[in-house]
C-alpha cells in the first residue's frame, strides 16, 4: 500500500468511545486502507472487555497503563515506551488506575510472516 504524505489534526477528529469492563476508551482514528491509526485516551479505571489477538504498535504519550498477556504476566507502560508484536502470537488486553494516551498503529503489516 502506497501512501501519499499528508498531516492529521487529531484534535479535529472527533473521538468515537467504546466501553471498557470498567472505564471508557476515546479514540480518534485515521483509516488508510487496512492501516489503522489512532490516538486512543483512557479513562481513569479503564480496563479492557476483551482479550485482543491483534498486532499493534503501541506508543504512550501521557500516564501509564499495564498490560497483561494470557499467560499471566504484566508489563507496565509509562510515557516515552512502546510495545509491539503481531497478530495471533499473544492474547493481551489492557488497563490503567490512573488513565493514558497512546499512539497505536495496526494494520495487515503486522500480521506474522508465513
Not at 41 to 63: F, V
Amino acid at each position: 500500500m502506497n501512501i501519499d504524505f499528508h498531516t492529521t489534526d487529531w484534535d479535529a477528529i472527533a473521538p468515537t468511545i467504546h466501553k471498557g469492563e470498567t472505564g471508557e476508551a476515546y479514540w480518534r482514528t485515521v483509516q488508510l486502507g487496512d492501516l489503522r491509526i489512532r490516538v486512543v485516551e483512557y479513562s481513569k479505571g479503564y480496563k479492557a472487555d476483551h482479550w485482543c489477538q491483534k498486532g499493534h504498535i503501541i506508543y504512550c504519550l501521557e500516564g501509564e497503563m499495564t498490560t497483561e498477556l494470557a499467560d499471566g504476566s504484566l508489563h507496565i507502560m509509562k510515557k516515552g515506551m512502546s510495545y509491539q508484536v503481531t497478530d495471533d502470537l499473544s492474547s493481551h488486553r489492557s488497563f490503567t488506575d490512573t488513565g493514558a494516551k497512546l499512539f497505536i498503529v495496526d494494520g495487515s503489516f503486522l500480521q506474522p510472516s508465513l
